[in-house]
């Protein structure tokens, strides 16, 4: 029996939300929280074991700690009976992290006419990018990476509206941003490094008393340290381990362990990831990038003049190549590292923004730019993954119906060829026995059929309920495992990059289930397709 479920998932709001990015969006931050604060069944990431924590739990109890901790009361104090809900451990904290998100708004605001731009540009370009609208929405580190290193952007840009430079200040609040930063991950440091620098020129230049400037530096240092020590505290009681910025390091400056992630050439930033995150804004920085090196390489040979000065092209420049620098350094250190993901170079966007915006270079692009934008936000923000949470969602209500909660059973949930579930979507209480989550990942054909082939031999009670949820790509697979079912949900839509649609499918009549993820119900019977 085929079960079309689209229908109940078509509201506009979930469709805007379904795509799944990465599992990491999930498994650093909300599902750890949903265990510590809701104690439901989830997965622990090894980065947050304690033999083995690569990961501040300040953040996590920041974001999602907060939200989880919020609707746990709410449904405590009987204010909202049913708050703790799949879709509300869902949209929660992406709620908290779309506010966060207006911190961008401010920080281009802010730094438009400090940096030549033109801030109602600069504010059209960030909000109309995909980036913005699906990556800075999720509960990823680098979402808070990018909006710690737009707080820092504004901090150091001391400079008034003609131009002329300001006596730099917020020198604390510039130690605590770096140091909480680095916490969130230790990459924020390839971020941070030219904007402290900027601001070093500025205090230098600005300064005429050696003891003002070393005063300066002497409160960074001091509130730097200090919220170190608060962080490595929290960490303390929550691992019973020190510094976990350190454990981070140590575990990703070995390239075994990169590769147990995937390994990629080291060009791979530059040329496809900015390319897939920023479109045609990317490539007009690097042919900017080459102009400006080419120039400066012709005034290094005619005369050597730009080396007196103390801050040199950092401070004396005009705001473009700065922010080109801003852009390229990070972009630089990051490619040293042979793993190499998209959303590693997210918090970039606001440099990229601020220059682009500068002398009208995006506008003659602005088609290519809203088509590329549009496309973006539909394939990660919708199709990606797509059918994996709305599937989750489904269970969940089958879980917890009411025939369900009349007669227990025993369910056992097998995902194959999807990201990694986040169980606590299930909304399983950890005492609770009679759920079973199996992730095969990307099984072999031959490992699947023969774990399906068991567990449709071996039902162990009358009320078991085996689930297969796969993407219509690999169901084809699973008619060849001598298996049946009774039931059949399709999840509409539901692309998956790891296993493809073929793409004379795409234009048969078979198209939605390429393009779906399918909820089979293991039969007992024993008889082929």
Partial sequence: MLIPSNSSWGNWFLLSFAGYLHPDEFFQSPEVMAGDILNLQVYYPWEFLSSSPCRTVVFPLMTSGVTYWVIKSLQQLDIC????????????????????????????????????????????????????????????????????????????????????????????????ITTAGFFNRPTFLAFALMPLLYWAGLIVDSQKS???????FLKLVLCACFTAIVFITADTFYFTSMVTPFNFLSYNLNPRNLALHGSHPR????????????????ILAIVAGFKMLKKYIHQLIRDRSYYHGSSGLLVHSEGSPTLLLFYFVPLAFLSLFSHQEPRFLIPLILPLVLFSASQNRAMKWKHVIIIFNILGALLFGCLHQGGLIPCLFHLERLIHSPESSNHPGHYTLLFAHTYMPPRSLLNIKKRNTHIEVIDMAGSEEETLCQ?????????????????????????ATITKCGVSFKNETLIFPH???????????????????????????????????
Wanted: proline content about 5%.
């Fill in 210 to 216: 050696i003891k003002t400037v070393i005063n300066h």
């Fill in 267 to 282: 060009v791979t930033h530059v040329t496809v990831n900015g390319i897939m995150l920023f479109g045609i804004l990317h």
């Fill in 81 to 176: 009976s049913s708050c703790i809900t799949s879709y509300t451990l869902l949209v929660s904290p992406r709620f908290l992290f779309t506010i966060f998100s207006f911190i961008l708004d401010y920080s281009v605001y802010q730094l438009a006419p400090l940096w030549e731009a033109d801030p109602w540009k600069a504010l059209v370009l960030l909000a109309g990018s995909y980036v913005t609208l699906v990556f800075y929405t999720r509960t990823f580190t680098n979402a808070l990476e990018g909006l710690l290193f737009a707080l820092l952007m504004v901090l150091v840009s001391s400079r008034k509206a003609d131009g002329s430079l300001a006596e730099p200040t917020s020198s604390p609040l510039i130690g605590v």
């Fill in 451 to 475: 774990t399906l082939e068991q567990r449709a031999n071996h039902f162990t009670c009358n009320d078991c309920h085996v689930f297969v949820i796969i993407p219509g790509t690999v169901r």
């Fill in 495 to 529: 692309l998956s990059m790891e296993d493809p649609p073929q793409i004379p499918f795409l234009f048969s009549g078979n198209w939605r289930s390429q393009l779906g993820l399918y909820i089979l119900q293991l039969d007992r019977r024993q008889q082929s397709l």
